[in-house]
């Protein structure tokens, strides 16, 4: 495997400015003696003035936030991340790459999730390039391969998790969007670790049940809100009516038998539980009429 390591390389400002002296006293020089009559120093001139010009081609720009991968006849050869003019072996190529931070939007995805139902899915993933070498030479197109990659592991995650669920100890993709982001994140970095590629976020963009079945998800989704929202509503009933009948017994506020108890716990429940308000109906005589 190919490791990113990094290269010096000369100040191209001062390079530039020796080759143009080097040129231009060459050139002048090769002038003056040639209308003396003389032969070989105006040749030995000018092949010092043809290597300068060569060697313009070494110069190269590295802005900041960017890298050059060099490489000399197919050989990685370094990295040269020091911003501004810079000069090195004019025979080496040199490749920019971005180590900006950049984002991908994925496509919407039909998968299935975890109960077999149908949901459109969709993710944002920031990351930047951290080892140009790997980014360079470890896979065909990085940018591509960070594409592919995401979306996999995007399909891998929806699978592995129900779209919606009412048990707050099972995660769900709509109802844990922090445990699932932070599983993403871990997902798609291990897939794109060996392109030298740090993914620095990844979270879902978009979530819904796929538009075949979202009507009927609906409905279901409204059934299981409401039975948990009446299992709670009874459990609430059922502790109000124990407190008021320890209260009753505590306070000897009144002596009820096993009946009268079966009878006002019967007539609590259904005010606490029903959904519309009671009407009372006053009792003028004794409790036993």
Known sequence: MI??????????????????????????????????????????????????????????????????????????????????????NPFMTKRAISQRVRNFDSEKLKVNDAGGNPIEIAAVVVWKVVDTAEAIFQVDSFENFIHVQSEAALRKLASHYAYDSHDESQPSLRGSSAEINEHLKQEIQERLAQAGVQVLEARISHLAYAPEIAQAMLQRQQAGAIIAARQLIVQGAVGMVENALELLSKNKVVELDEEQKATMVSNLLVVLCGERGTTPVINTGTIYR
């Open 3 to 88: 490791k990113e390591y990094e290269r010096t390389t000369l100040p191209g400002g001062m390079f530039l400015l020796v080759l143009l002296l080097v040129i231009g006293g060459s050139v002048a020089g090769a002038a003056v003696l040639g209308q003396q009559g003389q032969i070989a120093a105006p040749i030995a001139l000018g092949v010092v003035a043809l290597v300068a010009l060569v060697s313009l081609a070494g110069l190269f720009m590295v802005n900041p936030n960017e890298a050059r991968v060099l490489q000399l006849f197919g050989s990685y050869v370094g990295t040269v991340k020091t911003p501004g003019l810079r000069w090195t």
